[in-house]
């Protein structure tokens, strides 16, 4: 991450390689996290330890500027953009060709959004705002990393003037009150919406300002605590073991920072008061090899994500840790040659003068902006695929389209014609393959969204003035009871059709599928993830057969594990192997509405739906009636 780098920061600050030693446990703790060993299932708290260290020395720089008299805010800034922008800007286009080479159109498409918001510091908020850290589509995402960035840089921005300002205005007791009051504040907000929204929690710069703020108390209160030797070493050692241990102790549960987050973040802040390079845990640190994968720590964060989700996209199942584990060394390695080839010139004023590098930096900053809205605006390039058969639209652009059926009334006269559809994107899906085979007409169609079963209340059951209802939620062997209850309560309000969609998924990555010759390519099977199959097969056992459509078993799954990728015609069926394309819900819909469970809209005549290009199911002419 984009710490200042404890030695030669122009600045009368004493080196301390216990720190870079610090910083190596943080980074490796991340990488192994990401990789998915199970004995650092707390390893994305590598990212606390690294907002505690960046607090303490941004504010150590603080302190010393103010006592030497000699502080600039443009300085500091410029000091920033050496730091950080260089080898975040290397990482955005080295990023950029291998994802414009292999990621399909939709991964693309989020792509160029996270490269705006990567150069504008801001991929925490773009994150928060479509899916979150912990969604298994983050694992795809190159950049997803660069939150951490977006809200280290949104505290230089927004918290270092308000330090300045209480260091001028009421000296270091004044930064002290002000650090006090933001870590009480942040921590309170933090652990208020651990409980509403975690992944804000998670991701924002308002519940991680307290992490940061006790990394400066740290800064402020080190040059005028005096601690015996003994004491000192006991303290550190301590604050290394509260740091660590969570490492491998923690996990995702309880990944939101709050109240259990001040234990390694209060370690590392007890280590940062205590360590001396010469004894004890600060001597263990300082150690050379620690030492020098600290200095290249923030290298090694910016590249071990893309590295990893370029190996996840180009995998044919998830990749172990063994496998991921395999590209550690060369991850260390190119962030070694980043940290003298690249981060340590820019650093060096010398070599870069401040015109030069704001030119380089500025340019380099547009051209990724203008580079993401065009793969934004393009919806990933999408006109290289032919195997979209044309769709122009994202695919959750076109998933939720469904939207605009949420709540609508239908009318209780024409009862024997209206189609109630309860669920999540799965029953977007459902209205799609409808819409798009003609079994579904929008006037007699309503959407009520469900994440989960028990989302569903009494009252959402009563007279809903339909002849059909369909359920289309997540299906596993502890939703399966609440899906047959809650099918019931339908049918007890009236309902006489009430059907339960099974879970469906085409493999773990497409983009794997790709590289397969053609000859091929487009027969491809591949088995659907192992978590889905085997919750689908648990609710199928515990779900009356005639509410129940099983789309594993329609896919194939249970004769040979396997579900194809494309349709006849050399169409993906789902762009993110969950989700389905428009030449997908017609070919599945096909499928799904000819089950005995849909007899009752079978029989209903309904209309065509009208001719597209590219469409090979039965369809009108605009302006002709079947």
């Keep these: 991450m984009g710490q200042v780098p404890a030695a030669r920061s122009g600045l009368s600050l004493s080196y301390r390689p216990e720190v870079d030693g610090l910083r190596a446990v943080a980074v490796l703790a991340v990488i192994l996290f990401h990789a998915g060993f199970a004995f650092a299932q707390g390893g994305y708290l590598g990212v606390d330890l690294f907002f505690v260290v960046s607090g303490y020395l941004i504010a150590s720089i603080l302190l010393a500027g103010h006592a030497d008299g000699n502080f600039s805010l443009t300085a ?55 899916g979150g850290y912990w969604q298994l589509d983050a694992e795809f995402k190159p ?31 004044g930064m002290g009150l002000l650090l006090i009051a933001v870590f009480v504040t942040s921590l309170i907000l933090a652990t ?86 010469e004894r004890g845990a600060g001597w263990l640190l300082a150690r050379p090899l620690a030492v020098q994968i600290g200095l290249a720590s923030y290298s090694a964060y910016l590249f071990h994500q893309p590295v990893f989700a370029f190996v996840r996209l180009l995998s044919f199942g998830p990749p172990g840790p063994e496998k991921l584990a395999l590209y550690i060394p060369a991850i260390l390695g190119a962030a070694w040659l980043s940290l003298h080839w690249v981060e340590r010139p820019a650093r060096n004023p010398s070599r870069l003068g401040d015109r030069a590098l704001l030119l380089a930096c500025g340019g380099g900053t547009w051209l990724a902006i203008a580079a993401g809205l065009l793969l934004h605006f393009s919806h990933g390039l999408a006109w290289r695929w032919p195997e979209m058969g044309g769709s122009r639209l994202s695919n959750m652009a076109y998933v939720d389209r469904a939207f605009r059926f949420q709540d609508a009334r239908l009318d209780p006269k024409r009862r024997s014609d209206n189609v109630l559809v309860i669920g999540h994107s799965f029953a977007r899906d459902f209205i799609n393959m409808g819409l798009e085979t003609g079994h579904l007409r929008p006037g007699e169609l309503r959407y009520q969204l469900a994440i989960f079963c028990d989302d569903l209340s009494p009252a959402d059951l009563t007279d809903p003035a339909a002849d059909t209802a369909v359920f289309a939620l997540t299906t596993s062997a502890e939703s399966a009871a609440c899906l047959v209850e809650k099918a019931r309560a339908l049918r007890r309000a009236g309902v006489p059709h009430v059907v339960i969609l099974g879970y469906k998924n085409f493999g773990w990555s497409n983009s794997a599928v790709m590289r397969l010759p053609t000859n091929q390519r487009y027969i491809a099977r591949v088995p659907p993830l192992a978590g889905d199959l085997s919750g689908n097969t648990a609710a199928r056992a515990r779900i009356p057969a005639d509410m129940f459509v099983d789309l594993f078993a329609l896919l194939g799954a249970d004769s040979d594990g396997t579900v194809p990728v494309f349709t006849p015609e050399g169409r993906f069926i789902s762009q993110d192997t969950h989700h389905l394309t428009p030449a997908g819900a017609r070919w599945l819909g096909e499928i799904v509405f000819a089950q005995p469970q849909f007899a009752d809209l079978a029989r209903r005549g309904i209309a065509m739906p009208l001719c597209e290009p590219g469409r090979q199911t039965a369809c009108r002419e605009p302006g002709r009636k079947r």
């Design 76 to 130: 500091f800034y410029l000091r920033r953009i050496r730091r950080i922008l260089p080898a975040l800007l290397l990482t955005m286009a080295l990023t950029s060709i291998p994802a414009v080479i292999w990621m399909q159109p939709d991964h693309l498409e989020n792509f160029g959004q996270s490269l705006v918001a990567t150069a504008l510091m801001a991929n925490n908020v773009l994150l928060w705002l479509t």
């Design 192 to 277: 208020v919406l651990a409980a509403r929204d975690s992944e804000a929690a998670y991701l924002l710069l308002p519940a991680r300002g307290w992490e940061l703020a006790i990394g400066s108390l740290v800064a402020l209160a080190r040059p005028r605590v005096q601690l015996d030797g003994r004491l000192a070493d006991m303290l550190a050692l301590i604050g290394l073991a509260a740091s660590c241990l969570p490492l491998a102790l923690f996990d995702k549960n309880i990944a939101a920072p709050g109240l259990p987050t001040l234990i390694p973040t209060g370690g590392c802040a007890l280590f940062l008061l205590a360590a001396c390079k």
């Design 143 to 173: 950049l997803m990393h660069s939150w951490s960035l977006g809200a280290e840089e949104q505290f230089y921005l927004l918290g270092v003037p308000l330090i300045l300002l209480a260091l001028r205005r009421w000296d270091v007791r």
